[in-house]
């Protein structure tokens, strides 16, 4: 009891500042005088701005954690929308292959490259099929676009495709409209070019090339390209420049088809002509 009385004698202060603010407070409210109401509503003003001002303060906080929830959830449809954009694109890629089938080839493996040379003079793709996919050297790799090249070397799971811009690859072609053939090499210096075009051969730019069916390991009719140059080399063959039909540059999945030279046509012009010499 005593220490109870202590306690309220040493706080005697505070308890009768207390009770006449309490009863300066109800004589306040009960006062209906006009300058008692004018205060009245500045203290109601003032302890509302406070208030409004302190519920600030825990919003903050609110508002950053939104904020870094949605960085967070906007990072994620980001990298969703990238996904679906590049399985789109793949889909719109493979779905262009089946006109494949209106052109009557048979076996198409699809590949994927996995590394490409473009600034070589014998360029060359790497894909990421091989002999466990059925694939053999000398089959063609096309695009829905084109002729891409002819595989020249095949491991178990990997194959390596000269391309169209390889020194090392000839290619028997035809003008669709003049039906003027000729063979297409690379010059090593970023042309692709129809030799042994007689002078007076009716070529003209615009004109597309394909695949000659004189040719033993490309299947007839694959377009090549496009003549963007011609003129005379000399006094009796013209130089043709043709524009591919594939953009190498942008070339991500092939299609190896299971075209193989006839081993008896080789045979028999491989004889003949030794027999010649």
């Not at 303060?57 to 929830?69: A, G, L, S, T």
């Amino acid at each position: 009891m005593k220490t109870i009385g202590l306690l309220l004698f040493r706080i005697k202060d505070y308890l009768i500042l207390t009770f006449l603010v309490v009863i300066s407070l109800l004589l306040i409210f009960s006062n209906d005088n006009v300058q008692i109401r004018f205060l009245r509503a500045v203290a109601v003003g003032v302890v509302g701005t406070v208030q409004s001002g302190m519920s600030v303060v825990p919003n903050v906080f609110e508002i950053q954690k939104e904020n870094e929830f949605l960085r967070e959830k906007n990072i994620q449809l980001a990298n969703e929308l990238s996904t679906l954009k590049e399985a789109k694109l793949e889909n719109i890629r493979l779905s262009r292959t089946l006109g494949l089938k209106d052109k009557n080839i048979s076996g198409v493996i699809i590949a994927r490259i996995v590394n490409k040379s473009l600034v070589q003079a014998r360029n060359t793709i790497t894909l990421n099929v091989g002999e466990s996919d059925s694939v053999k050297v000398n089959m063609p790799v096309i695009t829905d676009d084109g002729l891409v090249g002819r595989v020249v070397s095949v491991s178990k799971n990997y194959s390596i495709a000269q391309i169209l811009y390889n020194r090392n690859l000839n290619v028997s072609v035809k003008n669709q409209r003049s039906r003027v053939d000729g063979i297409l090499n690379y010059d090593g210096a970023g042309n692709l070019v129809i030799n042994n075009v007689p002078k007076s051969a009716d070529v003209k730019q615009g004109d597309i090339i394909i695949t000659s069916p004189y040719s033993n390991y490309f299947p007839a009719g694959v377009p090549v390209g496009t003549v963007v140059e011609e003129g005379n080399l000399d006094n009796l063959f013209k130089k043709v420049v043709v524009d591919p039909s594939v953009s190498f540059t942008d070339l991500e999945e092939v299609f190896i088809l299971k075209h193989l030279p006839e081993k008896e046509r080789i045979d028999l012009e491989s004889s003949y002509f030794k027999k010649d010499k």
